[in-house]
C-alpha cells in the first residue's frame, strides 16, 4: 500500500505531500489545478517515460517520491533488495528524479537503479485507470486478458501448457522446414565432405607424422655431412692417431694436479673435479663414435620419405596447416556426414513430432476454450449485475469466446502453420489459443448486443469499465488502483452508483480517484484537494487533507461551481448523510 505521494516540481506543483491510506482516497479541484499531476506522479513512479515538459517552469528537475508499506505485498521487500535498496520497518522509498534537460534517475530504496528496475519493482504495486483506459477496454486482447484473470487457475494452467506447446510446436515446425528446405544443400555438403574424409582416409597420416617425417629427410639429406662433423668432432675428443686431443689435454691437467695433491687439499679437491670431467669426455667421445657410425646413405629411405611428406602437404594444403588439424578436420566431418546422410530421417522424425504436438496442443486448446466459455458466463452476469448497481438497470454484458474457421488443407500432413485441427474442424490459431474474446453491451432492454466500440457511449464505456474491475478484484493481485477522471460523461444517479461501487471496489484494494463529480467524491474515506493560489500557480500546501467542514464546503463548490451557496452545502451534507448510510 502506498502510504504517501510526495511530489516536488512538477507541472503546476511546487511542493505537495499526499497522504495515502487505506480505502477509496479522491482527489478533487478546480480545473487547471493540477489533479492529473497527481496520476502523472504515480505513472513517472511506475517507471513511465519521462517528459522534460513536465518539470516545473524555473526548476532545475522534478522529483517524485512513494512511500510503500511492503509488509503486506509479497515479493516487494525481496524485489527491492535484489535492486540493491533496503526496506526499514516494513517501508520502502521510491523515487524518480526527471531534469529539465529530460535526464532521469529512478531509485529504489535509497539505491540508484535503471528506470527498467524501478518500473520492475513498482509496476505490480499500482494499475492506473484514465480516459485512454476507456479506449483500451475497446481492444480484443485487452478483453481476452481480462477474462483470462477472471477466470483464474482454471484458464491460467491450460494457458501456460498451451503457450508451452506452442513455442515448441513454432520451433519443431521452423526446423523442419529448415531442413526440407535446404535438403540439396546438404546432399552437396556431404558429397564435399565425403570426397575430404576418403581422401584422409586412404593416406592414413598419424599425428605428428609430418613433423618426424620433415626431420628425418633432414637427416638423411646430409648424412655425409653429418658423419664427417661427428668423426671429427670424435678425433677431436680422442684421437684413434695419436693427435692432440681433448681427453689427452685434461689427463695431462689432471696429472699436474695430483702431483702437487700432498702440499694442498684444495689442489687435490680441483684434481678430483678434472677427473670427473675425464670420465664425462671419454663417456661422450664414444657417444659421437656411436653417432657418427650409425649414420647410414639410404636414397631409397630418402625417396620414401620424400614422396611421404608429399603426399602429406598435399592433405594440409585443403584440410589444415598440420597433419594434426587435417585429422581433427576429418574428425569434425564425420560427425557432420552423420548428421547429413540422416537427412531423411531428421524429417521424419520432426513430422512426427509435429503431429504429436499439435495433437496436444489441440487437446490443450479444446481444455482452454471450454474453461474461457465457462468463465464468460459468468464474468457476464456479474459485470451485467454490476451494471445494475451503476444506474444501467436494464443493460446486458455478454462475454463472447469463439474461433475463426480455417479452410480444411487439401493435404491434413501438410497443414498450414495458422491452422489447427481441433475436434473435427480447422481453426485459427495463435499463442494465446484458438479463442478471440469480445464484450458485447445491450444498454437497453429489447435492443441487441453490440460491441462495445460500436454501441456504447463514453459514460457508459466508464461504467462498464469499472464494473469489469470490480469484478476482478478478488482475482486481481493489484494492491492499489487509480482512476482519473473515468467517471467523465456520468452524472446523477450514475455517479452515485459509480461512487459507490468505487467504495466497494475499496474494501478489497487502495482506491485512489480523480475526479469532479461530488457524487462519487460523497463516498470516499479520505479527501484531498488541490488548491490554487491567487497568482495561478499551487503552493507547497497544495494539496490539502480536509476534514468534515472542509469536504462540504468542497462538495458544495463541486455542486453550485461557487462558494458559500446554502442550497449547494445543504445538498452536499446530504450527499455525505447518504454515503456514510452506505
Given at each position: 500500500m502506498i502510504e504517501e505521494l510526495r511530489i516536488s516540481s512538477l507541472g503546476v506543483i511546487d511542493s505537495s505531500t499526499l497522504e495515502l491510506g487505506p480505502g477509496f482516497t479522491v482527489v478533487t479541484g478546480e480545473t487547471g489545478a493540477g489533479k492529473t499531476m497527481v496520476v502523472t506522479a504515480l505513472g513517472l513512479l511506475l517507471g513511465g517515460r519521462a517528459d522534460s515538459g513536465a518539470v516545473r517552469a524555473g526548476a532545475r528537475q522534478a522529483r517524485i517520491e512513494g512511500v510503500v508499506r511492503t509488509d503486506r505485498l509479497d515479493g516487494l521487500a525481496a524485489a527491492v533488495e535484489d535492486a540493491g535498496g533496503e526496506v526499514e520497518d516494513d517501508v520502502v522509498v521510491l523515487a524518480r528524479n526527471v531534469s529539465a534537460e529530460g535526464r532521469s534517475r529512478a531509485y529504489v530504496g535509497g539505491a540508484g537503479v535503471p528506470v527498467a528496475t524501478l518500473a520492475e519493482v513498482a509496476e505490480?504495486?499500482?494499475?492506473?485507470?484514465?480516459?485512454?483506459?476507456?479506449?483500451?477496454?475497446?481492444?480484443?486482447?485487452?478483453?481476452?486478458?481480462?477474462?483470462?484473470?477472471?477466470?483464474?487457475?482454471?484458464?491460467?494452467?491450460?494457458?501456460?501448457?498451451?503457450?508451452?506447446?506452442?513455442?515448441?510446436?513454432?520451433?519443431?515446425?521452423?526446423?523442419?522446414?529448415?531442413?526440407?528446405?535446404?535438403?540439396?544443400?546438404?546432399?552437396?555438403?556431404?558429397?564435399?565432405?565425403?570426397?575430404?574424409?576418403?581422401?584422409?582416409?586412404?593416406?592414413?597420416?598419424?599425428?605428428?607424422?609430418?613433423?618426424?617425417?620433415?626431420?628425418?629427410?633432414?637427416?638423411?639429406?646430409?648424412?655425409?655431412?653429418?658423419?664427417?662433423?661427428?668423426?671429427?668432432?670424435?678425433?677431436?675428443?680422442?684421437?684413434?692417431?695419436?693427435?692432440?686431443?681433448?681427453?689427452?689435454a685434461v689427463a695431462a691437467a689432471r696429472g699436474h694436479l695430483d702431483g702437487v695433491r700432498e702440499h694442498d687439499p684444495e689442489a687435490g679437491a680441483l684434481a678430483d673435479r678434472v677427473a670427473e670431467v675425464t670420465y664425462l669426455l671419454s663417456d661422450l667421445a664414444a657417444d659421437v663414435a656411436s653417432y657418427a657410425s650409425g649414420i647410414d646413405t639410404d636414397p631409397a629411405r630418402l625417396a620414401g620419405v620424400s614422396e611421404r611428406r608429399a603426399v602429406l602437404v598435399a592433405l594440409t594444403r585443403k584440410y589444415g596447416d598440420t597433419v594434426d588439424a587435417v585429422l581433427e578436420w576429418s574428425e569434425q566431418s564425420s560427425r557432420r556426414l552423420l548428421e547429413l546422410d540422416s537427412t531423411d530421417e531428421t524429417i521424419e522424425r520432426l513430422t512426427q513430432a509435429r503431429v504429436g504436438l499439435r495433437t496436444e496442443l489441440a487437446d490443450v486448446a479444446a481444455t482452454l476454450s471450454a474453461a474461457r466459455r465457462d468463465a464468460a458466463e459468468r464474468l457476464s452476469v456479474a459485470v451485467t449485475g454490476e451494471l445494475t448497481l451503476l444506474a444501467m438497470p436494464h443493460a446486458r454484458v455478454e462475454v463472447q469466446v469463439r474461433d475463426r474457421e480455417a479452410p480444411a488443407p487439401a493435404d491434413p500432413d501438410e497443414p498450414p502453420a495458422d491452422a489447427l485441427l481441433v475436434g473435427d474442424r480447422w481453426v485459427r490459431f495463435h499463442s494465446h489459443g484458438v479463442d478471440e474474446v469480445e464484450m458485447l453491451l445491450a444498454a437497453n432492454t429489447?435492443?441487441?448486443?453490440?460491441?462495445?466500440?460500436?454501441?456504447?457511449?463514453?459514460?457508459?464505456?466508464?461504467?462498464?469499465?469499472?464494473?469489469?474491475?470490480?469484478?476482478?478484484?478478488?482475482?486481481?493481485?493489484?494492491?492499489?488502483?487509480?482512476?482519473?477522471?473515468?467517471?467523465?460523461?456520468?452524472?446523477?444517479?450514475?455517479?452515485?452508483?459509480?461512487?459507490?461501487?468505487?467504495?466497494?471496489?475499496?474494501?478489497?484494494?487502495?482506491?485512489?480517484?480523480?475526479?469532479?463529480?461530488?457524487?462519487?467524491?460523497?463516498?470516499?474515506?479520505?479527501?484531498?484537494?488541490?488548491?490554487?493560489?491567487?497568482?495561478?500557480?499551487?503552493?507547497?500546501?497544495?494539496?490539502?487533507?480536509?476534514?468534515?467542514?472542509?469536504?462540504?464546503?468542497?462538495?458544495?463548490?463541486?455542486?453550485?461551481?461557487?462558494?458559500?451557496?446554502?442550497?449547494?452545502?445543504?445538498?452536499a451534507r446530504e450527499l455525505l448523510e447518504m454515503a456514510r448510510a452506505d
Open positions: 505490480p504495486l499500482v494499475a492506473v485507470h484514465g480516459q485512454s483506459d476507456q479506449h483500451r477496454l475497446l481492444k480484443a486482447t485487452t478483453q481476452r486478458a481480462a477474462l483470462d484473470v477472471y477466470a483464474g487457475e482454471a484458464v491460467a494452467e491450460p494457458l501456460a501448457r498451451y503457450r508451452e506447446l506452442h513455442e515448441r510446436l513454432v520451433g519443431t515446425e521452423r526446423a523442419l522446414a529448415e531442413v526440407v528446405a535446404t535438403a540439396r544443400e546438404r546432399a552437396r555438403e556431404a558429397d564435399l565432405l565425403r570426397f575430404g574424409v576418403e581422401e584422409i582416409e586412404a593416406v592414413a597420416p598419424q599425428p605428428g607424422e609430418d613433423a618426424e617425417l620433415a626431420a628425418e629427410e633432414a637427416r638423411l639429406g646430409h648424412a655425409d655431412t653429418l658423419r664427417t662433423a661427428a668423426e671429427q668432432a670424435r678425433e677431436a675428443l680422442s684421437s684413434e692417431h695419436g693427435g692432440p686431443d681433448a681427453l689427452a429489447g435492443s441487441e448486443p453490440r460491441p462495445l466500440n460500436k454501441g456504447a457511449s463514453g459514460g457508459e464505456l466508464s461504467r462498464v469499465m469499472l464494473a469489469v474491475e470490480v469484478c476482478l478484484a478478488d482475482t486481481n493481485p493489484v494492491p492499489t488502483f487509480v482512476f482519473d477522471e473515468v467517471d467523465a460523461g456520468v452524472g446523477g444517479a450514475a455517479a452515485v452508483e459509480i461512487g459507490r461501487r468505487l467504495a466497494a471496489l475499496a474494501r478489497h484494494a487502495q482506491v485512489v480517484v480523480v475526479t469532479h463529480l461530488p457524487q462519487v467524491a460523497a463516498f470516499a474515506d479520505r479527501h484531498v484537494v488541490v488548491e490554487k493560489s491567487s497568482d495561478g500557480t499551487v503552493s507547497s500546501s497544495g494539496l490539502t487533507t480536509l476534514d468534515d467542514a472542509g469536504r462540504e464546503q468542497e462538495l458544495s463548490r463541486m455542486l453550485a461551481g461557487l462558494a458559500g451557496s446554502d442550497s449547494a452545502l445543504a445538498h
